[in-house]
């Protein structure tokens, strides 16, 4: 399984990006979803999950009520949308796909992990 993270890029303070994660080599429609992202200097945290039917979402307490995330299981993608962005936000963010169906917070349930998608939000 291959996954591609796109739509990041360089957006003011208050703007919005919207992520996406196209999965390839086979489906991920009954796996879990997951965004998570890094930025210079700091570990790896988690933003953003999804489950296997869309119906159970987790977020990260810094993302919630700014960032959306969704996924559309006959394109085999996940989107994170990110609205409100602050400069924290700075960071490269990476798309999961899990081995259960649930919406996984800890990183070390997903086995599938994109190249990253570099996000930097300016003051």
């Known amino acids: 399984v291959q996954l591609q993270a796109s739509g990041g890029g360089l957006v003011q303070a208050g703007g919005s990006l919207r992520l996406s994660c196209a999965a390839s080599?086979?489906?991920?429609?009954?796996?879990?979803m997951g965004w998570f992202r890094q930025a210079p200097g700091k570990e790896r945290e988690f933003v953003a999950a999804?489950?296997?039917?869309?119906?159970?979402?987790n977020y990260a307490d810094s993302v919630k009520g700014r960032f959306t995330i969704s996924r559309d299981n006959a394109k085999n993608t996940v989107y994170l949308q990110m609205n409100s962005l602050k400069p924290e936000d700075t960071a490269v963010y990476y798309c999961?796909?899990?081995?259960?169906?649930?919406?996984?917070?800890?990183?070390?349930?997903?086995?599938?992990w994109g190249q990253g998608t570099q996000v930097t939000v300016s003051s």
């Open positions: 999804i489950s296997w039917s869309g119906r159970s979402t």
């Open positions: 999961a796909g899990a081995q259960g169906s649930g919406g996984y917070l800890s990183p070390s349930l997903y086995t599938y």
């Open positions: 080599g086979r489906t991920l429609s009954n796996n879990g």
